[in-house]
C-alpha cells in the first residue's frame, strides 16, 4: 500500500526552465510533508518541508505547494540548474509519529 | 545541518556470515534513530525505529532476528545483518533526529553486497 506517491519516475527539464515534482498521497492524516534530494549511493539530503496549515512555503530556488483536498503537493525548482539532476523524494509524517512514510521518486535530470 | 556518518560505506560479505553496520550522530544526541533500506530504483523502506536505551520497533515484515538493532547510547545505533543472504544485498542508509522534531538527517549509507 504506497500511501506516498511520485507518478513521474522521470522528468527531464533544460536548464534555466522550471522544473515541476508532483507527489500525491492517500492518508488524510499527513500533516507534514518535505521533499528530499538524493544521489547514488548517498543518503539523502533535506530540501525543503511544508506544515498542512500553509499552502506554500518558499526557499530559495524551491517552492513547495501544498493541496490538501487534492492530497497533492508539488516542488518547483526554478531556475534549474545541472547540479539538480538527482533523485527527488517526498516523504510526509503525522504529528503523532516520527516515521517518514516515503515517495517513490521522480529522477530529475537537467539539460543544458 | 546536524551530520550523521555510517560505517562502514560499503561492505561485501559471503553469504552466512553477519555484518555490523554503525550509525552516529556526530554534533548531537538523538534519541531516536531510523533504519532504511533501499532497493535499485525503489524508494526507501523504513525497517525499524532505534530507541536509545530500549528495544527497536521493527516494521511489519522485518524479521527482529536476523535485523540486529542496538541503540546503546544517544550518539551511536548499529544495525546487524545476522547470517546474511544475498537478498539482504541493498543499500542501508539511517537517519537521526535534529534540532527540529520534523527533520531528519541521513546517513551517507552503506552498501552490502552478500555473494
Known amino acids: 500500500d504506497q500511501q506516498v506517491k511520485q507518478n513521474s519516475p522521470s522528468l527531464s527539464v533544460q536548464e534555466g526552465r522550471i522544473s515541476i515534482l508532483n507527489c500525491d498521497y492517500t492518508?488524510?492524516?499527513?500533516?507534514?510533508f518535505l521533499w528530499y534530494k538524493k544521489y547514488p549511493a548517498e543518503g539523502p539530503t533535506f530540501l525543503i518541508s511544508?506544515?498542512?496549515?500553509?499552502d506554500k512555503n518558499e526557499d530559495g530556488r524551491f517552492t513547495v505547494f501544498l493541496n490538501k483536498s487534492a492530497k497533492h503537493l508539488s516542488l518547483h525548482i526554478v531556475p534549474s540548474q545541472p547540479g539538480d539532476s538527482a533523485v527527488y523524494f517526498c516523504?510526509?509524517?503525522?504529528?503523532?509519529?516520527?516515521?517518514?512514510?516515503f515517495g517513490t521518486g521522480t529522477r530529475l535530470q537537467v539539460t543544458l | 545541518g546536524a551530520v550523521v556518518s555510517q560505517h562502514p560505506s560499503w561492505v561485501i560479505c559471503k553469504s552466512g556470515t553477519s555484518v555490523k553496520i554503525e550509525c552516529r550522530s556526530l554534533d548531537f544526541q538523538a534519541t531516536t534513530m531510523f533504519w532504511y533500506r533501499q532497493f535499485p530504483k525503489q524508494s526507501l523502506m523504513l525497517m525499524a525505529t532505534s530507541n536509545e536505551g530500549s528495544k527497536a520497533t521493527y516494521e511489519q515484515g522485518v524479521e527482529k532476528d536476523k535485523f540486529l538493532i542496538n541503540h546503546a547510547s544517544l550518539t551511536l545505533s548499529t544495525l546487524t545483518v545476522t547470517s546474511a543472504h544475498p537478498e539482504d544485498s541493498s543499500f542501508y542508509i539511517c537517519?537521526?533526529?535534529?534540532?527540529?522534531?520534523?527533520?531528519?538527517?541521513f546517513g551517507p549509507g552503506t552498501r552490502l553486497t552478500v555473494t
Open positions: 511544508i506544515s498542512s496549515i500553509k
Open positions: 492518508n488524510s492524516m499527513f500533516d507534514y
Open positions: 516523504a510526509a509524517l503525522t504529528g503523532t509519529a516520527s516515521k517518514l512514510t
Open positions: 537517519s537521526a533526529f535534529g534540532d527540529s522534531s520534523y527533520e531528519q538527517y
